[in-house]
């Protein structure tokens, strides 16, 4: 009879003992709160350009101005430019509290420039703050002017 109490109190001491050690591993799929997010352009939609003949555009990020040099997109009604279209795409990384301004714009040819804003979008680090590293979210917008009409998505990839 001793025998047997004394097996269920090491089985006991033992499933507490495993039941411990598991506990103190993380959780399978457990992440980590992402401390910089990677911010990039995902695409741009033209529903309605401002010329009859489709619109010049640029992205400018920080005052740089995607594609570079004396390029720009053309774009017209039902146009979609994706990230690569403006190569080298438009992406930067920002911190938890800082954020990134993506500004359309429409330029002039030949002598592309800045152009004039047509709209932005922009990437908060209080999103990036809620994504574990990996994690990504979208950052859609909508840009309406008097004669235009442009859909800009963004993607924001934890750190």
Not at 27 to 47: H, I, M, Q, S
Not at 95 to 113: D, I, K, N, Q, Y
Request: charged share 10%; glycine share 12%.
């Amino acid at each position: 009879m001793r025998s047997h109490k004394l097996i269920r109190a090491l089985a006991l001491t033992a499933g507490l003992a495993v039941s411990a050690a598991l506990s103190a591993v993380s959780p399978a799929g457990a992440t980590t709160a992402a401390a910089t997010c990677r911010v990039e352009l995902n695409y741009v939609d033209a529903y309605d350009t401002d010329e009859n003949s489709g619109d010049e555009i640029r992205i400018n990020l920080a005052g740089y101005m995607y594609p570079s040099g004396n390029r720009y997109v053309a774009m017209n009604n039902g146009d979609r430019a994706y990230s690569g279209n403006f190569a080298p795409g438009p992406t930067t990384t920002i911190g938890t509290t800082g954020s990134a301004l993506f500004s359309l714009r429409e330029v002039t040819p030949p002598a592309v420039g800045q152009g004039k804003t047509l709209g932005s979008v922009t990437a908060w680090g209080s999103t990036c703050a809620t994504l574990a590293t990996g994690q990504i979210t979208y950052i859609p917008q909508h840009i309406f002017g008097g004669d235009y009409w442009y859909y800009m998505s963004l993607v924001m990839t934890g750190l």
